[in-house]
């Protein structure tokens, strides 16, 4: 009987996978700098609007194959929100019941996702997010997910039509289809183990760059493989850690950026000029990353294509990163960072403003 369930729950995901197209290539060109294209894939289309629904389904798929996901499990995850968004998602697709434990920071938007898909929110201090996490699945003998250390394990990084399978077959046709650099954030570090895992395993010459904003201890651990200690955790959600999580693979990647907060959230509001729409900050900070590594290219002569990504829909962010009294009260007004970014844009002309590996 209970082998039957979870032949049923693997073919509603995966049936709800066959539903759903592919998310998009977006090119953006820079009239300044017109031999190195930035190429974003939008992640944001997906059910549950996010990058993060690939790694839900891949974690519900991982608990159900181990054993650990059956009828009626009460499913728990520690989350800065997108994620628990997505596991939400899943968990109502297989009738399961859900508690996300959330940093007290997280935006309303999101908290109101979780519980429009039927999840419960547990909010708590972000260093207090996984020992919370493993307590209520012990007292309700659920299932913790646990998306620091099972991230990068629970996706076929070979291929099977991952993020990075889909990336680089949808740069085939244009006209520098091997990126020169693939540009991610780190928050679990299983988009970048996926990624990088991927290149060295199909031999691509692309390179991969890991952004990480401040406050975050990767950074530090990928240069001295020593974390730091008085890393806080992000302020920009979804990426960026107060510790090293287990699925960081440091080793798979050739370069990380230390991008500022600010510039983050003045790249998410240029952006949003560019493309006419709404993205989230970590999005901001890939396209920082970006744009430095399209600086550097730029001044050496050389062309190339540069990929990031999309993480996820900026209206998730309206009371916070798009709201001008928060950033003020965070900080984070960029005064003439916008500015700079449009002279980028026209000019190609840019001075670094990350910390580089």
């Not at 073919?11 to 294209?37: C, E, L, Y």
């Not at 009738?95 to 979780?114: C, N, R, Y």
């Not at 260093?127 to 309700?140: K, N, Q």
Request: contains cysteine; aromatic residues 10%.
């Amino acid at each position: 009987m209970h082998r039957y369930w979870v032949f049923k729950a693997i073919n509603a995901i995966n049936a709800d996978f066959q539903r759903s197209a592919d998310t998009h290539m977006i090119r953006v060109d820079i009239p300044g700098s017109p031999s190195t294209p930035i190429y974003l894939k939008d992640e944001s289309t997906h059910p549950s609007g996010s990058l993060k629904h690939r790694l839900a389904r891949s974690l519900f798929l991982y608990g159900l194959c181990n054993g650990w996901i059956r009828e009626g499990t009460t499913i728990v995850e520690a989350s800065s929100g997108s994620t628990a968004v997505s596991e939400a998602y899943f968990a109502r697709l297989l009738g399961l019941p859900f508690v996300a434990v959330l940093p007290a920071s997280t935006s309303q938007q999101k908290i109101e996702q979780i519980e429009f898909y039927g999840g419960r929110c547990h909010m708590v201090d972000a260093g207090a997010m996984i020992p919370e996490s493993e307590r209520l699945a012990r007292e309700c003998a659920g299932h913790f997910m646990n998306q620091f250390i099972y991230a990068e394990r629970a996706t076929d990084w070979r291929g099977n039509n991952n993020i990075a399978d889909s990336l680089f077959t949808q740069m085939r046709l244009e006209e520098q289809p091997e990126p020169a650099w693939v540009v991610v954030g780190a928050g679990t570090g299983g988009t970048s183990a996926t990624i990088g895992r991927f290149i060295h395993y199909h031999r691509h010459t692309a390179r991969l760059c890991v952004v990480d904003p401040d406050d975050s201890a990767l950074f530090d651990f990928y240069q001295h493989r020593q974390a730091d200690a008085a890393a806080k955790g992000s302020r920009i959600e979804g990426i960026g850690r107060p510790s090293v999580p287990g699925s960081f693979m440091p080793d798979v990647v050739d370069r990380m950026l230390k991008v500022p907060d600010r510039w983050s959230i003045a790249a998410m509001l240029f952006l949003e000029r560019v493309l006419g729409r709404r993205c989230g900050a970590s999005t901001g900070t890939n396209l920082i990353g970006a744009i430095e590594l399209t600086s550097f290219m730029h001044q050496a002569g050389a062309k190339g294509s540069i990929v990031s990504l999309i993480c996820d829909d900026g209206q998730r962010y309206a009371g916070t990163y798009y709201d001008a009294a928060w950033r003020r009260a965070q900080g984070l007004e960029p005064d003439d960072e916008v500015e700079r970014l449009d002279r980028f844009y026209r000019t190609g002309f840019w001075t670094s403003v990350c910390r580089h590996s």
